[in-house]
C-alpha cells in the first residue's frame, strides 16, 4: 500500500511538473498574441514543430529564445517587434561563448570594413551559388603590416614593427615535420546540383569527397612533393558529437607530438559559413589569371584573451603574417584578413600552429581543393626559405667565431 501511494505521489508530481513545462511553453509562444484568435492561430503553426523538435531532443523555441526571454520580450510592444533581432543577438553570443572544453565552436564571421567584389563567373562547371570576392580597402578597424589586414577582437594592443620580426618556428630534423588534421571534419562544401553526398548537418557530411579534409588530403600532396615531410590525421573530431571536438583534436596532437617530436607545425584546416541579410550561402572566391578560381582563404589565430595560457599567440601570429604577406605577393586576393581572436583554437601546442578556414559552405569542393593547394604551395616556400635563412646565419656565425678564435 506504501508503495502504491508513493507511486502515485511521484505520478502527481510528473503530472504537475508537464503541465507546469506545456503552460510555460504555450505563454511563450503566444507572448505578444493581443487577440484569442492570434493566441490560437500561434499555437496551432508552432505546435507540430514543437513536437518534432522535442522528439529530437530540443526542447526550445525555434528561435532559441528561452521561455523567459520570450515572455519578457511579450510584455513590451517594442521588444516583440525586434523578437528576430534579439534572438539573432542571442545566437550571436552563444557562437562567441566557450565550450566546455574552453574553445569556441570557431569562426564564422566575415570580418569588418570588407567590400565585396562581383568577380565573373567562375570557370568549370559551376555549383550555382552566388560568388564574391571579399577584399578589404579601408584599414579603419584593422591592423595594416604591410599586405597583411588583422582584425582585431582582442584587449591585446599589436605593434606593426614586432610583427615583422622572423617568426620562431621553423622546420627541423626528422620527420614528419608538419601535421594537418581538422577539429571540424565534416565541415563541408557545396557541390553541383545532383551529386550523390549524404549529409549529416547543414552543410557537414562524412564525406571526403566534399568535406574539408578532401583539402587537407590536397595540402599534403603539394607539401610533401616540396619536400615538407606531413603527417594527415582524416579524423572527424566533430561527429558524430560536435561539442567537445577541440578537446578531442587537442588531445591528438599532443599525442603526436609526443610520438613524432619533429612535428613543428600544426595546421587545422577548417572552412567558413558566410551568409546574405537573407540567410542564403555565397562562395568566396578569387580569380587568378592561369590558375583557375580558388575559394577565398582567411587564416584564425588565437591568443591567452580567454584566460587559458598561451604564451607563444605573439609567435603564432607572426607566423600567419609572414606566410598571409608571401601569399598575397603572388596571389594578391587569395586571403581575407587575418583574424585575432581571444579563444586558442588549440595553437598553445606549437609556436607554428594555424588554423585555416578554406572557403565557405557555399564554395564547390573544386574551388576548396584549388586554394588548399596554392596555400601549401607558399607555406611550404615560406618554411623552406626560412630553413635557408636560418642555415645561413648559423654558419655566418660559425665562420665569425673561427675568425675571432
Given at each position: 500500500?506504501k508503495?502504491?501511494?508513493?507511486?502515485?505521489n511521484i505520478?502527481?508530481r510528473l503530472e504537475?511538473?508537464?503541465?507546469?513545462?506545456?503552460?510555460?511553453?504555450?505563454?511563450s509562444?503566444?507572448?505578444?498574441?493581443?487577440?484569442?484568435?492570434a493566441?490560437?492561430?500561434?499555437?496551432?503553426?508552432?505546435?507540430?514543430?514543437?513536437?518534432?523538435?522535442?522528439?529530437?531532443?530540443?526542447?526550445?523555441?525555434?528561435?532559441?529564445?528561452?521561455?523567459?526571454?520570450?515572455?519578457?520580450?511579450?510584455e513590451?510592444?517594442?521588444?516583440?517587434a525586434?523578437?528576430?533581432?534579439?534572438?539573432?543577438?542571442?545566437?550571436?553570443?552563444?557562437?562567441?561563448?566557450?565550450?566546455?572544453?574552453?574553445?569556441?565552436?570557431?569562426?564564422?564571421?566575415?570580418?569588418?570594413?570588407?567590400?565585396?567584389?562581383?568577380?565573373?563567373?567562375?570557370?568549370?562547371e559551376?555549383?550555382?551559388?552566388p560568388?564574391?570576392?571579399?577584399?578589404?580597402?579601408?584599414?579603419?578597424?584593422?591592423?595594416?603590416?604591410?599586405?597583411?589586414?588583422?582584425?582585431?577582437?582582442?584587449?591585446?594592443?599589436?605593434?606593426?614593427?614586432?610583427?615583422?620580426?622572423?617568426?620562431?618556428?621553423?622546420?627541423?630534423?626528422?620527420e614528419?615535420?608538419?601535421?594537418?588534421l581538422?577539429?571540424?571534419?565534416?565541415?563541408?562544401?557545396?557541390?553541383?546540383?545532383?551529386?550523390?553526398?549524404v549529409?549529416?548537418?547543414?552543410?557537414?557530411?562524412?564525406?571526403?569527397?566534399?568535406?574539408?579534409?578532401?583539402?587537407?588530403?590536397?595540402?599534403?600532396e603539394?607539401?610533401?612533393?616540396?619536400?615538407?615531410?606531413?603527417?594527415?590525421?582524416?579524423?572527424?573530431?566533430?561527429?558524430?558529437?560536435?561539442?567537445?571536438a577541440?578537446?578531442?583534436?587537442?588531445a591528438?596532437?599532443?599525442?603526436?607530438?609526443?610520438?613524432?617530436?619533429?612535428?613543428r607545425?600544426?595546421?587545422?584546416?577548417?572552412?567558413?559559413?558566410?551568409?546574405?541579410?537573407?540567410?542564403?550561402?555565397?562562395k568566396?572566391v578569387?580569380?587568378?589569371?592561369?590558375?583557375?578560381?580558388?575559394?577565398?582563404?582567411?587564416?584564425?589565430?588565437g591568443?591567452?584573451g580567454?584566460?587559458?595560457?598561451?604564451?607563444?599567440?605573439?609567435?603564432?601570429?607572426r607566423?600567419?603574417?609572414?606566410?598571409?604577406?608571401?601569399?598575397l605577393?603572388?596571389?594578391?586576393?587569395?586571403?581575407?584578413?587575418?583574424?585575432?581572436?581571444?579563444?586558442r583554437?588549440?595553437?598553445?601546442?606549437?609556436?607554428?600552429?594555424?588554423?585555416?578556414?578554406?572557403?565557405?559552405?557555399?564554395?564547390?569542393?573544386?574551388?576548396?581543393?584549388?586554394?588548399?593547394?596554392?596555400?601549401?604551395?607558399?607555406?611550404?616556400?615560406?618554411?623552406?626559405?626560412?630553413?635557408?635563412?636560418?642555415?645561413?646565419?648559423?654558419?655566418?656565425?660559425?665562420e665569425?667565431?673561427?675568425?675571432?678564435?
Amino acid at each position: 500500500m506504501k508503495q502504491k501511494k508513493t507511486l502515485a505521489n511521484i505520478l502527481r508530481r510528473l503530472e504537475a511538473v508537464l503541465l507546469a513545462a506545456g503552460t510555460l511553453w504555450a505563454a511563450s509562444v503566444t507572448a505578444g498574441s493581443d487577440t484569442a484568435a492570434a493566441a490560437f492561430s500561434a499555437l496551432a503553426e508552432a505546435l507540430p514543430q514543437g513536437a518534432l523538435r522535442w522528439e529530437l531532443g530540443d526542447l526550445g523555441p525555434g528561435d532559441g529564445l528561452s521561455p523567459a526571454a520570450a515572455l519578457t520580450i511579450g510584455e513590451s510592444p517594442l521588444l516583440l517587434a525586434a523578437r528576430k533581432d534579439v534572438a539573432a543577438l542571442q545566437s550571436l553570443e552563444r557562437q562567441e561563448s566557450p565550450e566546455e572544453d574552453g574553445e569556441t565552436r570557431g569562426p564564422t564571421a566575415a570580418p569588418v570594413e570588407e567590400t565585396p567584389v562581383e568577380p565573373s563567373a567562375p570557370a568549370g562547371e559551376d555549383n550555382g551559388v552566388p560568388a564574391k570576392t571579399l577584399i578589404p580597402t579601408d584599414p579603419s578597424g584593422y591592423t595594416v603590416c604591410g599586405r597583411v589586414y588583422i582584425s582585431n577582437s582582442t584587449d591585446h594592443e599589436l605593434s606593426v614593427p614586432e610583427l615583422k620580426k622572423p617568426f620562431a618556428a621553423a622546420l627541423g630534423e626528422g620527420e614528419p615535420q608538419v601535421l594537418i588534421l581538422h577539429t571540424h571534419g565534416s565541415e563541408a562544401y557545396t557541390p553541383v546540383p545532383g551529386s550523390s553526398v549524404v549529409w549529416s548537418g547543414d552543410y557537414r557530411t562524412t564525406d571526403y569527397r566534399c568535406n574539408v579534409v578532401k583539402v587537407g588530403d590536397e595540402m599534403a600532396e603539394v607539401l610533401g612533393e616540396a619536400g615538407v615531410s606531413v603527417l594527415h590525421d582524416r579524423t572527424l573530431y566533430d561527429y558524430p558529437s560536435y561539442t567537445g571536438a577541440y578537446d578531442r583534436a587537442l588531445a591528438a596532437i599532443q599525442k603526436y607530438l609526443e610520438k613524432y617530436p619533429s612535428i613543428r607545425f600544426v595546421l587545422d584546416v577548417h572552412r567558413d559559413a558566410i551568409e546574405d541579410g537573407q540567410g542564403n550561402q555565397y562562395k568566396v572566391v578569387s580569380e587568378i589569371e592561369g590558375v583557375g578560381t580558388p575559394a577565398q582563404m582567411s587564416l584564425v589565430m588565437g591568443s591567452d584573451g580567454s584566460g587559458l595560457e598561451h604564451p607563444d599567440w605573439l609567435e603564432n601570429l607572426r607566423f600567419a603574417a609572414a606566410v598571409q604577406q608571401d601569399i598575397l605577393d603572388h596571389y594578391p586576393t587569395l586571403m581575407r584578413p587575418v583574424l585575432l581572436r581571444n579563444s586558442r583554437y588549440n595553437q598553445h601546442a606549437t609556436a607554428g600552429s594555424l588554423l585555416l578556414e578554406v572557403g565557405a559552405a557555399g564554395n564547390s569542393p573544386e574551388e576548396a581543393a584549388l586554394a588548399g593547394r596554392l596555400f601549401a604551395e607558399r607555406l611550404a616556400a615560406v618554411l623552406l626559405e626560412k630553413g635557408t635563412e636560418d642555415a645561413e646565419s648559423a654558419d655566418g656565425g660559425a665562420e665569425e667565431k673561427a675568425a675571432a678564435s
